[in-house]
């Protein structure tokens, strides 16, 4: 199976379970997300919602390009990705607090994925970046919208977008994006950090989460990542992003 989903004690953990694959997003991982997002709306036991990747290598390496790069026209593109732009907007405002536990490398709509949640640990040595410039694209599921939303210094957010290179995990821990880096298992890590937040009641956590999605509606987020999705969906189109991807492919099959 594409993804994995488990809770124990509170803590809901969603894997995406594509591992020989850099655990990349396909359609089956989207129903996932979809599964595990109703599944948190249904039922109050819920406390946290934790974002992995299967083994040690990756997160996520976001979009599978063996199965979109078969989309060619604008409109093709962004049925794609509003589609998974919707569900990282549902992710995004859940009421639990969302927890991204990045074990690996978190590439291009793998670094929206965790820019999307709440808060954001991982594994020194790891890499993360918004990859998407060099495909000839831009963020592609609302993650630049989030990035903006994080509380980073404008310049520094704005610098990793363009950059469109992987950060090692203790620049971005300097820069704010990343909460915690650790050096332990995935598991203690998640533990030590959850500690002190299972002790408060869970209303509470949903009250907090409310005055940030409340100020969000007002802003008109929704809004704003779809344009962000209306825009990529236009570069999507262009040769340019076809031959980046080409030749992006081609290297793949030739290692």
Not at 64 to 76: G, I, P, Q, R, V
Not at 214 to 219: I, L, S, T, V
Request: some cysteine; proline content about 2%; glycine content about 10%.
């Amino acid at each position: 199976m594409a993804y994995l989903m488990t809770k124990e004690d509170g803590v809901l953990t969603f894997t995406i379970n594509r591992e020989d694959k850099h655990n990349a997003i396909n359609s089956e991982v989207m129903e996932g997300f979809k599964e595990v997002i109703t599944y948190v709306k249904n039922h109050d036991d819920v406390r946290f919602l934790v974002i992995t990747g299967a083994g040690e290598k990756s997160f996520c390496s976001g979009g599978d390009l063996a199965e979109f790069h078969s989309l060619h026209t604008e409109d093709e593109a962004f049925g794609m990705l509003s589609k998974m732009g919707n569900i990282l907007y549902e992710l995004a405002t859940l009421p639990v607090p969302t927890i991204a536990l990045i074990n690996g490398t978190a590439v291009g709509g793998g670094c929206e994925i965790a820019t999307a949640c709440d808060f954001r640990l991982m594994k020194r040595g790891k890499k993360a970046g918004f990859i998407q410039g060099t495909l000839a694209i831009t963020s592609g599921w609302g993650g630049g919208t989030y990035l903006f939303e994080r509380g980073l210094r404008h310049d520094r957010a704005l610098k990793m977008l363009v950059d469109a290179k992987p950060y090692d995990a203790d620049l971005l821990y300097d820069i704010g994006w990343a909460m915690r880096v650790y050096d332990g298992t995935n598991e203690e890590a998640l533990a030590e950090f959850i500690e002190h937040m299972r002790n408060i009641h869970p209303s509470v956590h949903q009250a907090y989460k409310e005055i940030e999605l409340r100020k969000w509606r007002e802003r008109n987020m929704y809004g704003r990542v779809m344009e962000e999705i209306r825009l990529c969906a236009k570069l999507w189109e262009h040769d340019a992003h076809h031959e980046a991807v080409n030749n992006f492919l081609t290297k793949k099959a030739k290692k």
